[in-house]
């Protein structure tokens, strides 16, 4: 089944950190992206890593996430750190795997004050 699963969600105080991983069923590759989505409000564009290795992040998360993932792995993170309580959202993956784009579900991560 061609699939990509996020797995790491935790509920977390705030100032806290987590590693999200985003694992496919076969190879990865780019686009790579990082998503999340607050209740009530649109998803949105957290980060991402290109077909070169460059990486991309939304002004809300700089300085305080991290993406990784190599093209060609199964596996690509993100690492969360000082986060807020309005970093809470559902944090899903999309990237190139066995000949198109794939979505996971999802992964749930709560901050709270």
């Known amino acids: 089944q061609v699939q990509l699963v996020e797995s790491g969600g935790d509920l977390v105080q705030a100032g806290g950190s987590l590693r999200l991983s985003c694992t496919g069923s076969g190879p990865i590759s780019s686009p790579m992206n990082w998503y999340r989505q607050i209740p009530g409000k649109q998803r949105e564009l957290v980060a991402y890593?290109?077909?070169?290795?460059?990486?991309y992040y939304a002004e809300f998360v700089k300085g305080r996430f991290t993406v990784s993932g190599k093209n060609g792995g199964n596996t690509m993170y993100l690492e969360l750190t000082d986060l807020k309580v309005e970093d809470t959202a559902v944090y899903s993956c999309?990237?190139?795997?066995?000949?198109?784009?794939?979505w996971g579900r999802g992964t749930q991560v709560t901050v709270s004050s």
């Open positions: 890593v290109s077909s070169g290795g460059d990486t």
């Open positions: 999309s990237a190139f795997l066995h000949g198109g784009i794939v």
